[in-house]
């Protein structure tokens, strides 16, 4: 995208510069999107004044007086249940980092022993193909049945939703590794540890990274579920449910907003990991 | 030397799907010396990279065992460092990182510092100091192979193994690399194994070349020593005489590799047909002007005419690939020279006697003895100016070229040079080349002369760089030339295409020796198929390429000129024997009753109404004047001045038996 504006204003004969060059540079890049979003609320906040549909406009957020209140100030604490979005929005996530941590280590583990055992792939695959196609909402009940508490229930679903990518990568990405990366470390003699440490791990880095980048966002998916089917734990799932059963047709809309903005940016973040760590390969 | 690798009996099969399983080497014996450089050389698929795997320790063989050092390897292991083709350098880690990984791990007790100086020596060594901070994906394709040789040696190997190390550079790279390695292969008295596909790459680096044969079940085809003195330097190595003869040994080497692979694929049902047991024939021919009436039977339907219709005329580039030709099976008959019957039939091409019958002699005369036009500006305008210019130049390598030692150049050049006192073994070197090859040589100055037929021996005197100092004629004319051969088993089985065969050739002689055809012939001769040379250099007639003459330079027909003779093919037993070729057979009588398929050509002419041409030739007598007497071959052999030392003995052929199958 970049390079394209550039070479673009490289080739046009006027050559601005301060604020026009940077506005030339960028348009690009940001107009289209502008005019995406803003057609689309335009388009739903019509059909929402003409009557076409109950659900209120976006301009709701601001004309409801409750909901204008939440959208201003998201860390106020009543006490229980009555919290700002921004803490429940954290109540969520750290229930997301608890499964999501659980599933990575486990995920990254079993990865790599199904990766190079090729008898424990062949057990184990069926099962794993399996029980990743069962939804989120789907372990709910078995989540309860099995530890009869909203709180670790939730963060279960979180884990047996999210280990699958990273499962399935990290094995993919140790059965990948290059035969000659194999050969370097049989003819060097290399220990099993220095092999795991300085071959296995680098080379299936940027395979285990896709995995856990998939997973970051069915963790953040399953979260809102596993809250919504069990209320009563604090959470952004629970205050839309919450909203829904009091009819705040325009709180259900800012929380929706805030799952995804948040969904996003843990989607960037782990990006911006993989960019960092698994650098130059 | 002390051996440092012994690869004894190796055999290495896969298994494939069901319960077979694909044999790709078996029965590779190879001692490496210590500070050696071998190259394996072959196609694709021969298993190569599976030996080098192998004496890595990468791979394990299904028999045999490979040894290095005295221990048997079992597994890999850093004195039997291996440099991969695709460099496998770990793309995450720097120049340096990479190196240093090495060297941490084999040398764990060394000191930080020494490793240290150890890769930063090896940094070094390969050039490669400001790039030590780089990632391999940063680096061009030489500069990863030169880290991948820096980490190679950095843990001082006692063999370094080399897979195909320079396959995916450009020309100029690899050619540097080369250099590079060479180098640090002397200077550190490394021994190396290298798999290459590159022929030059093979004769550049290598003190060895073992050439691996096509699989399945690959087996060492031949080792060829190369015999160029060290330090070798690129642009002065391709000067050394050996070069392109190890060159071209190599490339015929392949060659055959690829024609067999070829002749394999294609179905070899026996086709008969016109009552005749085989109709489909692959005859074998060099380009010569000799190989004429092949041509004319080909090109005037004379095969077909006698009922032979699908026979395939194949052109060898040399001599031995006519004679591997008969000994794999992959020729029915060829075009050869009238020494070759004798020479297999007795041994001489090295393997078992494969007995090989002549029913047929196709041309005479045609050859002449050629010298370089430098000597003629020296002063040297005769034999007996050759034999001063020898005794005045002796430090000189005096190289002069034959095309087979079975061949009647050879023969000839032999007793002419020996009858002027000249020993063809001491006083000269004579050295097998094919005959482009002499024309080159010779214009460059690196040969004094050579023996070989029309049109080579022209062309040399028309390019101007040899002149003629003895033609045929003057030593023996009407001397046989070129004759047709089978194997005797090939004989037995199909006795009516043998017939035939001789039939249609020996009509094809008589087209051949009619002056009116000669234009004809040139034109026919100079397309690709056959010479692929302009048609003004190729004649017929003596004078040259003016038309207006009938004398004959080749005799391809007439009163005994095609009958197949005893007597010379007695006359050059004793010739081979004289050189050392081959033991003189005390049983000669029966080898040349083998030999002679006088019934074959007799029924032959009869049939074609030609009983003329079968009368015998009257006594040989070469130019010299020394009577041959054919009771007395022994007494012939022995009354001469020069010759080598012979034995006389027994040659085992075992009763005639017809080809199976």
């Not at chain 2, 292969?185 to 798999?195: F, Q």
């Not at chain 2, 004798?342 to 041994?347: E, Q, R, V």
Request: glycine fraction near 8%; charge should be neutral; hydrophobic fraction near 45%.
């Amino acid at each position: 995208m970049t390079t394209s504006t550039n070479s673009t204003s490289s080739r046009s004969d006027r050559s601005p510069t301060g604020l026009p060059l940077w506005w030339k540079q960028t348009r690009k890049a940001f107009l289209p999107p502008l005019f995406g979003i803003g057609g689309f609320l335009l388009f739903w906040q019509l059909s929402a004044t003409l009557g076409l549909t109950k659900l209120a406009g976006p301009l709701s957020l601001f004309t409801e007086e409750r909901t204008r209140e939440l959208l201003f100030y998201p860390f106020f604490d009543r006490g229980g249940l009555d919290k700002g979005l921004f803490l429940h929005a954290m109540n969520s996530l750290s229930r997301v980092a608890l499964g999501y941590t659980l599933a990575a280590v486990v995920g990254i583990a079993v990865g790599i022993a199904v990766g190079l055992n090729k008898a424990l792939d062949r057990a184990l695959d069926p099962l794993f193909q399996f029980l990743r196609m069962v939804a989120p909402l789907a372990w709910v009940p078995i989540a309860l049945v099995l530890f009869q508490n909203n709180q670790p229930a939730a963060i279960f679903v979180i884990f047996v939703t999210s280990i699958w990518p990273i499962l399935i990568n990290t094995a993919e990405g140790v059965r990948q590794i290059p035969q000659d990366y194999r050969n370097v470390a049989l003819v060097l003699q290399m220990s099993n540890r220095n092999f795991f440490t300085k071959v296995l791990i680098p080379s299936a880095l940027p395979y285990i990274f896709t995995g856990l980048r998939i997973s970051i966002g069915l963790a953040w998916l399953a979260i809102i579920a596993a809250e919504i089917v069990m209320p009563g734990t604090p959470g952004i799932g629970f205050f839309i449910w919450d909203a829904y059963q009091n009819s705040y047709v325009s709180d259900i809309i800012l929380g929706v907003i805030w799952i995804g903005a948040i969904g996003l940016l843990l989607d960037r973040l782990m990006v911006w990991l993989q960019n960092r760590i698994a650098a130059g390969q | 030397m002390t051996t440092l690798v012994q690869i004894q009996e190796i055999e290495k099969s896969f298994p494939l799907s069901g319960s077979d399983t694909y044999l790709a080497l078996k029965g590779i014996d190879l001692q490496i010396r210590k500070g050696e450089f071998i190259s394996l050389i072959g196609h694709s698929g021969c298993g190569k990279s599976t030996l080098l795997n192998m004496i890595a320790g990468l791979d394990l063989p299904t028999g045999g065992t490979v040894l290095v050092d005295g221990e048997v390897v079992r597994r890999p292991g850093p004195d039997k460092m291996v440099v991969f083709q695709n460099y496998s350098l770990l793309p995450w880690l720097s120049v340096r990182e990479n190196i240093a990984l090495a060297v941490d791990e084999v040398m764990p007790d060394l000191p930080k510092a020494e490793r240290d100086a150890v890769i930063d020596d090896h940094i070094a060594m390969v050039g490669l100091g400001p790039a030590s901070h780089k990632r391999p994906a940063e680096l061009s394709g030489g500069m990863r192979q030169r880290v991948a040789i820096a980490r190679a040696l950095a843990i001082k190997p006692k063999l370094l193994l080399l897979d195909e190390p320079f396959g995916a550079l450009d020309a100029l790279t690899r050619g540097n690399l080369q250099e590079k390695l060479m180098q640090i292969c002397n200077e550190h008295a490394l021994t190396a194994v290298m798999v290459t596909h590159d022929v030059d790459e093979a004769v550049f680096l290598s003190d060895r070349i073992v050439m691996l044969t096509n699989g399945p079940g690959s087996v060492i085809g031949g080792i060829l020593e190369v015999d160029l003195p060290r330090p070798r330097q690129r642009l002065s190595v391709v000067h050394h005489p050996s070069y392109y003869s190890l060159r071209s040994e190599i490339i015929y080497f392949l060659n055959r590799q690829k024609r067999v692979k070829q002749w394999q694929a294609k179905p070899h049902k026996v086709l008969a047909r016109h009552g005749l047991e085989k109709v489909n024939l692959d005859l074998g021919f060099v380009p010569l002007a000799a190989c004429a009436p092949l041509a004319v039977a080909q090109a005037k339907g004379f095969f077909s005419k006698h009922g032979l219709d699908a026979v395939q005329l194949v052109r060898e580039t040399s001599w031995r690939g006519v004679t591997d030709g008969l000994v794999d099976g992959t020729l029915d008959a060829a075009l050869m020279p009238s020494g070759m019957p004798a020479w297999m039939t007795a041994g001489g091409h090295g393997g078992p006697p494969l007995p090989v019958v002549s029913s047929l002699t196709l041309s005479r005369n045609g050859n002449g003895i050629t010298l370089a036009r430098r000597l003629a500006d020296q002063g040297v305008h005769n034999v007996d100016d050759y034999r001063r210019y020898l005794l005045s130049h002796q430090r000189e390598p005096h190289r002069l070229g034959i095309v087979h030692p079975a061949s009647m150049h050879n023969l000839l050049l032999r007793y002419w040079l020996a009858s002027h006192a000249i020993d063809p073994d001491h006083d000269v070197h004579l050295q097998t080349i094919p005959p482009a090859q002499m024309l080159a040589d010779l214009k460059d100055g690196s040969l004094d002369g050579f023996c070989i037929g029309a049109p080579w021996l022209d062309r040399a005197q028309a390019d101007g760089h040899g002149f003629t100092v003895a033609g045929d004629l003057a030593i023996w004319p009407g001397h046989p030339g070129k004759v047709l051969g089978v194997r005797e088993d090939w004989a037995l089985a199909y006795p009516n295409t043998h017939i035939a065969l001789t039939k249609a050739l020996l009509e094809a002689c008589q087209y051949c020796a009619e002056p009116s055809h000669w234009g004809e012939l040139s034109e026919l001769l100079s397309d690709r198929r056959y010479l692929g040379m302009k048609k003004e250099v190729i004649w017929f007639s003596e004078t040259g390429a003016d038309g207006s003459s009938t004398v004959p330079h080749h005799l391809f027909f007439g009163k005994g000129v095609n009958r197949p003779s005893r007597s010379e093919h007695l006359w050059i037993l004793t010739q081979l024997a004289r050189w050392g070729e081959i033991p003189f057979p005390r049983n000669y009588v029966e080898i040349l009753e083998r030999i002679c398929a006088v019934g074959v050509f007799s029924t032959a002419a009869r049939e074609l109404g030609l009983d003329a041409v079968s009368y015998q030739r009257g006594p040989i007598e070469l130019f010299d004047g020394r009577p041959f007497d054919v009771d007395h071959p022994i007494d012939y052999l022995n009354a001469v001045s020069v010759h080598r030392d012979f034995s006389v003995a027994e040659i085992a052929l075992g009763a005639p038996r017809p080809l199976a199958g």
